[in-house]
């Protein structure tokens, strides 16, 4: 089993920055991919970013390309997303999922462990 808590969302204006954090306990971390998802009022959830165990090879949704940064600290078990340029159209629930497996994708179904998610809201 692996636990997840994030933690860092807010209410932040448009062009503003958040840096969301996830730890995780449990099982080893390290060995996980681990990805942000997030989901909007009425909306289903989306892939945001995701990255691969070792934090080698990292994946982002295209709308997100540029202003956002995956990292993780396997040491501190800790996943990271660097939020910047916020818009208002990147207000949502966020969370951090891990899988039981080395290698990042981007399908939710994919994802064994999830957080219970942080809201970030984007005023404009």
């Known amino acids: 089993q692996v636990q997840l808590v994030e933690s860092g969302g807010g209410l932040v204006q448009a062009g503003a920055s958040l840096r969301l954090s996830c730890a995780a306990s449990?099982?080893?971390?390290?060995?996980?991919?681990m990805a942000w998802f997030r989901q909007a009022p009425g909306k289903e959830r989306e892939f945001v970013a995701a990255?691969?165990?070792?934090?080698?090879?990292?994946y982002y949704e295209d709308s997100v390309k540029g202003r956002f940064t995956i990292s993780r600290d396997n040491a501190k078990n800790t996943l990271y997303l660097q939020m910047n340029s916020l818009k208002p159209e990147d207000t949502a629930e966020y969370y951090c999922?891990?899988?039981?497996?080395?290698?990042?994708?981007?399908?939710?179904?994919?994802?064994?462990?999830w957080g219970q998610g942080t809201r970030v809201t984007v005023s404009s």
């Open positions: 990255i691969s165990w070792a934090g080698v090879s990292t």
């Open positions: 999922a891990a899988r039981t497996a080395r290698v990042a994708v981007t399908t939710p179904e994919d994802y064994d462990y």
């Open positions: 449990g099982r080893t971390f390290s060995w996980n991919a």
